[in-house]
């Protein structure tokens, strides 16, 4: 691999770096020289990750190789190079004695992002790269680790954690008592590097616990990779073991901090979660007298050790009642009450929680919550949902307890007190919105809100860390940035994307064919003519894009709106002729096998691609790869401004107006909230262009894109391509041009090949990347290994159509726990309904739905899966000729399904396409003028043969009681 020096040191990188890759490595090995803190913006594709860890590793390992010399010497004082004279006192006095900062003060890379598969992603990279011989290790959840058969069962989390500790606590888990003698195995501090689902294999193959091997190799880890909150939030910072003295912070995909910050310092709590926690104090309570257990349906285990008195419970319980009644007595007003950050601790005190006895309520607590946890096995015990509310507020409000701590929580925080009916007890998307409703009958919840992401970000500086980088494709405007993060910023940079001016097309579209204005703004969603519009500009353009095509939305509310509107209209059934239509699901348990669907769909050559509709900060919004085929490009529908009137986004644009009256260096309100909607565009934008080769086109469908002030919020390097379509029909022309020349001029994607270790890892949502610097989702490349391979499912032309549709009614619908009754088709009353939503109930048991099903329903499920896609699939046909039986004789045999739905979905799937929507045609005439005689006429004409009669005897329960003896009539007299 070729080696560059960067700024004195060596870079091993797989090729010759790319000008943007090199400027971004000389940023972050300046960061790390000069033990500064940076902020670097490099456009998604450009190998960013790729970049971050060649660098940041060829410093460490020159670092490390410095410190040992010096060392060696005995002259580690004066040529420690870089760290300040108090840090290295600090180190001198530790040199040799700290096993986690390792001997003569040797730093460590902790790599964070947002989630542990975008963490895979970046550890997939470092493998195949020629620092994959450094030692790394990665921290997750028991969630993902725990192996042990009763504690991995448990659905909660926190009852998981407990259950886990007591375990522990008492040695009884065995795979824990196996870690000591089994984490110098070879299998496990081996030449290879270990992501989760390795760490999992290697622990159930050694007998022992992955959660706790993780924490054994960070110990003399160099790179440990782990997800923002372990570094974020205190709690987890300590519960993890996560040591940040003169250690390097990577954040990765950093446009998620700000956020995050703010997230992991808020709370929110109930009134009902206090008289929960109240409830369940009084619940041990009576286990502590000789009768509890007569009165009790499900008694306490009295051999589980209790670290409490009886005292203690009637002390935490009167506590409890303070609480509930401090809240109770709040003044609220219709619209809520607003308090300052401090407000909290005179909440608190009312109840005798201080500074001076906070902790010794929160291990009693935390003591109450594990007895309860693991007192008995029964699904229908108390778990202390009560009590970990409590707790978890305790923790966040006394993360810190000196004076300066407090003064910064009342200018960073604020309470707020809101009364909620509780028959809407239910979070909304987003920012979780709250509704006024009449106290009778209403419970009240309390906000404990950070305003600030400096507030997470200076605890971290406390901890002399001895650089930050916050990295990802999406982070301008950085001056705004850098005045919300409150910490000094070194090093600065905006790199220009990898790409040419002619790899990409960005268009306004501020009109669709109809010349409709488009306009996504909150007097307009609803507007019937908005939403056609916006239909059919997306059909005209599924016309001209090849392969993938991405359709973002500003949230699933409006997604469905379109969607149930476009399919009243026929515009979703045009769209999915032309590209079968897969959608983002509201719900996690499906998601990898929709994603499979796609990436196998775009790979199809009976299709000509496919259509992905999400939202943006959904999951396929962030971290998902669509190089080449799989986006070839992007619509974005509207901007995804927050709800406004939501309590936190009124107090946030409020609070940042009081900061910038101070210093006008701070974004104003108005500034935040429309940068909320920016970057929410640019990670959306951010999925299509890859890498080097890479082209797609970019469509901003919304008018408001045209405003200058947008327009400097987008990515710095999509700015200068923007242009505005003023005749939509030339602008259609002008894509198609767009393709057709890329096509020609720029070289085919080369398809990374499936290696051999890969083919055991399972799907992962996220891509990896080969050493070209090209991503490709390796669910992508196991499809295009089989597209040679004739699809059944292409004899079914509109199979995917209805798999599509029924996937986002389910999701948006889906209120059963089980998937049997999910997975039911919903009935209509009639078949005139039935055909007029036909799109949005009918499900379809073609493949698609089978692998959903074996990836995530039980065996009796899937029994039922493979029972009806066999009955769909032959429709009664191939089985009895392979019998011997004649065509004429099936015939004779077969009716019609008595479902509706089934109905429907046989008529859909033996009719060509052009018969099918005469079908629809004639149906919706039949309803709306009930003439009978050009009804049968039509019907006649679809279904007077042998092998459809059975359908057209069908139909008589469908008709109006008026018509069925004569159309019975015409029935018997028909010879076949």
Same mark, same amino acid.
């Given at each position: 691999m070729p080696e560059v020096m960067i700024s004195g040191i060596p870079v091993s990188f797989p090729f010759d770096p790319y000008d943007v890759q090199t400027a971004y490595m000389e940023k972050v090995i300046e960061a790390l020289q000069n033990s500064t803190n940076a902020l670097l913006e490099s456009p998604t594709g450009t190998g960013k990750t790729l970049s971050l860890l060649c660098?940041?590793?060829a410093w460490l390992l020159v670092k490390k190789a410095q410190l040992q010399m010096n060392a060696q010497v005995g002259n580690f004082a004066e040529h420690s190079g870089g760290f300040s004279s108090n840090l290295n006192e600090k180190l001198k006095a530790g040199a040799g004695k700290t096993k986690d900062n390792t001997t003569w003060g040797m730093p460590k890379i902790i790599y964070s992002s947002r989630t542990h598969s975008q963490l895979t992603q970046a550890m997939q990279e470092l493998k195949r790269s020629s620092y994959r011989h450094v030692k790394a290790a990665v921290l997750g959840s028991r969630d993902q680790m725990c192996i042990h058969p009763e504690v991995s069962k448990?659905?909660?989390?926190?009852?998981?954690?407990?259950?886990?500790?007591?375990?522990?606590?008492?040695?009884?888990?065995?795979?824990?008592?196996?870690?000591?003698?089994?984490?110098?195995?070879?299998?496990v501090k081996g030449d290879e590097i270990l992501d989760i689902e390795d760490l999992v294999s290697a622990g159930k193959k050694l007998n022992c616990c992955p959660y706790y091997l993780a924490?054994?190799?960070?110990?003399?880890?160099?790179?440990?990779?782990?997800?923002?909150?372990?570094?974020?939030?205190?709690?987890?910072?300590?519960?993890?073991?996560?040591?940040?003295?003169?250690?390097?912070?990577?954040?990765?995909?950093?446009? /998620?901090?700000?956020?995050?910050?703010?997230?992991?310092?808020?709370?929110?709590?109930?009134?009902t979660d206090v008289a929960l926690c109240i409830d369940e104090i009084t619940y041990i309570m009576r286990s502590f007298s000789e009768t509890s257990d007569e009165q009790m349906d499900m008694t306490l285990d009295n051999s589980t050790p209790k670290d409490f008195t009886a005292d203690d419970l009637c002390i935490l319980k009167e506590i409890m009642l303070a609480f509930e009644k401090a809240i109770d007595e709040i003044n609220v007003g219709s619209e809520g009450s607003t308090f300052p950050g401090g407000y909290i601790f005179e909440l608190l005190a009312k109840a005798e929680i201080k500074d001076h006895?906070?902790?010794?309520?929160?291990?009693?607590?935390?003591?109450?919550?594990?007895?309860?946890?693991?007192a008995s096995a029964s699904p229908f015990q108390r778990k202390g949902v009560g009590l970990q509310k409590i707790v978890d507020l305790l923790n966040v409000v006394f993360s810190g307890t000196t004076h300066a701590y407090k003064e910064r929580v009342k200018m960073c925080y604020k309470v707020h007190v809101q009364v909620e009916e509780k028959k809407n007890n239910k979070k909304s998307e987003g920012w979780g919105t709250i509704k006024a409703a009449n106290p009778k009958s209403a419970e009240r919840v309390l906000s404990y809100w950070c305003f600030s992401p400096g507030f997470g970000m200076k605890q971290l500086v406390e901890q002399n860390v001895r650089s930050i980088i916050l990295t990802s494709g999406t982070l301008a405007p950085l001056k705004p940035l850098i005045s919300e993060l409150g910490i000094p910023i070194g090093v600065q940079l905006e790199n220009p994307h990898i790409v040419n001016s002619t790899q990409v097309c960005v268009k306004i579209i501020s009109q669709g064919p =109809?010349?409709?204005?488009?306009?996504? /703004?909150?007097?307009?969603?609803?507007?019937p003519k908005y939403i056609s519009s916006m239909g059919r500009t997306i059909l005209s353009f599924c016309r001209v894009v090849p392969d993938g095509l991405l359709v973002f939305f500003p949230s699933y509310p409006i997604m469905t709106k379109c969607q149930e509107m476009w399919q009243s209209e026929g515009i979703w059934s045009c769209i999915n002729n032309i590209k079968p239509i897969f959608v983002e699901p509201q719900r996690k348990d499906t998601f990898n096998a929709i994603m499979t669907d796609f990436y196998s769909k775009i790979n199809d050559p009976s299709t000509k691609g496919a259509c992905f509709m999400a939202v943006c900060r959904g999951k396929v919004s962030e971290g998902l790869d669509f190089a080449d085929m799989n986006g070839?490009?992007?619509?974005?529908?509207?901007?995804?401004?927050?709800?406004?009137? =939501?309590?936190r986004i009124v107090l946030k644009k409020k609070y940042l107006e009081e900061l910038r009256q101070k210093n006008k260096e701070f974004l104003s309100g108005d500034e935040w909230y429309s940068l909320e909607a920016t970057r929410a565009v640019n990670q959306a934008i951010g999925r299509v262009i890859r890498h080097k080769n890479d082209y797609g086109a970019i469509l901003l469908c919304d008018s408001r894109f045209n405003s200058p002030k947008l327009k400097c919020q987008l990515s710095a390097w999509l700015r200068d391509l923007i242009s505005v379509s003023n005749k939509f029909g030339e602008t259609v022309s002008e894509i198609c041009r767009f393709f057709k020349t890329a096509e020609a001029t720029l070289p085919s994607p080369k398809l990374k090949p499936l290696l051999s270790h890969e083919a055991n890892l399972g799907f992962k949502e996220y891509a990896s990347v080969n050493m070209s610097g090209v991503a490709f989702p390796k669910a992508n490349v196991r499809a295009v290994?089989?597209?040679?391979?004739?699809?059944?499912?292409?004899?079914?032309?509109?199979?995917?159509?209805?798999?599509?549709?029924?996937?986002?009614?389910?999701?948006?619908?889906?209120?059963?726990?089980?998937?049997?009754?999910?997975?039911?088709?919903?009935?209509?009353?009639?078949?005139?309904?039935?055909?007029?939503?036909s799109s949005s109930t009918i499900s379809d048991s073609s493949q698609p739905l089978v692998n959903i099903q074996k990836r995530d329903a039980d065996d009796s499920v899937l029994l039922v899966a493979k029972k009806k896609k066999l009955k769909i699939k032959s429709f009664g046909f191939e089985d009895n000729l392979a019998n011997g039986e004649s065509s004429s004789k099936v015939v004779e045999e077969k009716v019609a399904p008595t479902s509706l739905i089934d109905f429907v979905k046989e008529v859909?799937?033996?009719?060509?396409? =052009?018969?099918?929507?005469?079908?629809?045609?004639?149906?919706?005439?039949?309803?709306? =003028?009930?003439?009978f005689n050009v009804f049968l006429k039509s019907l006649v004409s679809l279904f007077e043969n042998r092998k459809l009669f059975y359908l057209m005897k069908g139909m008589k329960r469908f008709l109006k009681d008026e018509h069925k003896e004569v159309f019975q009539e015409y029935c018997d007299n028909v010879k076949l």
């Open positions: 660098s940041s590793l448990e659905t909660n989390n926190m009852n998981k954690v407990h259950m886990c500790q007591l375990k522990v606590k008492s040695r009884t888990c065995h795979f824990y008592n196996n870690v000591e003698s089994k984490k110098e195995d070879r299998a924490k054994e190799l960070k110990q003399d880890a160099d790179i440990i990779f782990m997800p923002y909150n372990y570094i974020l939030d205190p709690k987890s910072r300590k519960a993890n073991g996560v040591e940040l003295l003169n250690n390097i912070i990577i954040l990765d995909e950093a446009h /998620n901090v700000e956020k995050m910050c703010e997230e992991s310092a808020s709370l929110q709590i109930r009134t006895n906070q902790m010794s309520v929160i291990t009693l607590i935390e003591n109450l919550i594990q007895y309860l946890s693991t =109809d010349s409709t204005p488009l306009n996504s /703004n909150y007097q307009n969603r609803d507007n070839r490009a992007v619509i974005i529908t509207g901007l995804p401004f927050p709800p406004l009137k =939501d309590p290994a089989k597209s040679s391979a004739k699809k059944t499912v292409s004899q079914y032309p509109n199979s995917n159509e209805v798999y599509a549709d029924f996937s986002m009614e389910f999701y948006r619908n889906a209120q059963s726990s089980t998937y049997v009754n999910a997975f039911k088709p919903k009935e209509t009353k009639d078949l005139f309904s039935s055909i007029d939503s859909k799937t033996l009719l060509e396409i =052009d018969q099918y929507k005469k079908f629809q045609v004639s149906i919706t005439s039949y309803k709306k =003028d009930t003439d």
